[in-house]
């Protein structure tokens, strides 16, 4: 079985930082690409930042040069640097992993979403 439990969520005024966390967990042998995806209110949940297992990042144009997405491997483990936060940036954020298990198999995995919200 394999978990992705993210941590970091919360209010902020705009302006403000956050920083997101999310570690994999379970029968994991390797992941190439984690990620952030967003989703607000009414609206289709959206690809925020990826990043592979070698580094290589993706970023939506929105958040170009505010956010910054990193992981560490050895933790299994990926982050997401939330700077200069604007109100339109409030919505729930879903960490995604593509894993191969011990077992062979590679599939897709989200977390169960966290809370961010941009406020005065």
């Known amino acids: 079985q394999v978990q992705l439990v993210e941590s970091g969520g919360g209010l902020v005024q705009p302006g403000g930082s956050l920083r997101l966390s999310c570690e994999a967990s379970?029968?994991?042998?390797?992941?190439?690409?984690m990620g952030w995806y967003r989703q607000a209110p009414g609206k289709q949940r959206e690809l925020v930042a990826d990043?592979?297992?070698?580094?290589?990042?993706n970023y939506d144009d929105s958040v170009k040069g505010r956010f910054t997405i990193s992981r560490d491997n050895a933790k299994n483990t990926v982050y997401l640097q939330m700077n200069s936060l604007k109100p339109e940036d409030t919505a729930v954020y879903y960490c995604?992993?593509?894993?191969?298990?011990?077992?062979?198999?590679?599939?897709?995995?989200w977390g169960q979403g966290t809370q961010v919200t941009v406020s005065s």
């Open positions: 995604n992993a593509y894993i191969t298990t011990n077992w062979g198999t590679q599939s897709e995995y």
């Open positions: 379970g029968s994991i042998f390797s992941i190439y690409r």
């Open positions: 990043i592979t297992s070698g580094a290589r990042t």
